[in-house]
């Protein structure tokens, strides 16, 4: 059965600060990998998508890579703003994904940033 | 549509009344999920389609929930006889892919926050 979790729960830094957000998951046969931002009482906005084959993907000061082999993702985000303020999520759409379908998610690492 | 549209976006309710939560796919999109988020808690898997077609409805709380998908588009979450405890920001994803394809990821719609007083 597919699990993903997520380190650190919470994390607060300083304005400016570059950051990574860990994100793990224990089976490798996964189709792709996606990082969700959740602001409070709002939905879900994807980020980063990647594919099972590809190693890292970027969007502007956001950086997602993949190492299916080892079943981690870190995403990296460079010089943050208190407006990166926000839950983040992991998520992997797995191959077997058991009585969830086939997308699992991480229970999310709270970032706040401080100005 | 140009996105998921999940409607309510509030629902207000009385203990004990019957409430039907929609969601608008966007258009193709044959995967859709169904998920809860209490306040302050992680999401809660519900049940999710393929096509019209739900492979297993064991992720419901209880038997006040059910779902249905119609014309492999729009889909419909009712909760009878709502408890407090079912308040909750329910929220609707849907993908391009059948669960085999999986190349696709997930878009997510804006959610209906529920309310049982």
């Known amino acids: 059965k597919q699990e993903v979790t997520q380190i650190p729960a919470a994390l607060s830094v300083p304005e400016g600060e570059n950051l990574v957000l860990n994100c793990s998951f224990t089976?490798?046969?996964?189709?792709?990998l996606q990082w969700f931002r959740q602001d409070p009482g709002k939905g879900l906005t994807s980020l980063l998508l990647i594919q099972s084959s590809q190693r890292e993907q970027t969007s502007g000061r956001l950086n997602a890579s993949l190492d299916k082999s080892s079943g981690r993702s870190t995403l990296y985000i460079a010089a943050s703003q208190p407006g990166d303020s926000a839950t983040y999520l992991c998520?992997?759409?797995?191959?077997?994904?058991?009585?969830?379908?086939?997308?699992?998610f991480g229970k999310g690492t709270k970032l706040s940033v401080k100005p | 549509g140009a996105g998921v549209s999940q409607s309510p976006s509030n629902k207000v309710t009385e203990k004990g009344k019957d409430v039907e939560l929609r969601c608008d796919p966007i258009?193709?999109?044959?995967?859709l999920y169904w998920y809860r988020q209490s306040l302050g808690q992680g999401l809660e898997f519900l049940i999710y389609f393929q096509g019209n077609s739900a492979p297993d409805k064991s992720g419901l709380p209880s038997d006040r929930f059910s779902a249905e998908r119609t014309g492999g588009s729009v889909s419909t979450l009712t909760i009878q006889r709502t408890q407090q405890e079912d308040s909750a920001v329910y929220l609707c994803?849907?993908?391009?892919?059948?669960?085999?394809?999986?190349?696709?990821?997930?878009?997510f719609g804006s959610g209906t926050r529920l309310t049982v007083v």
């Open positions: 994803a849907s993908s391009p892919d059948s669960g085999t394809g999986g190349l696709s990821g997930y878009t």
């Open positions: 998520a992997v759409r797995s191959r077997d994904g058991g009585s969830q379908g086939n997308l699992i």
């Open positions: 089976d490798s046969a996964i189709y792709n």
């Open positions: 258009s193709g999109h044959t995967a």
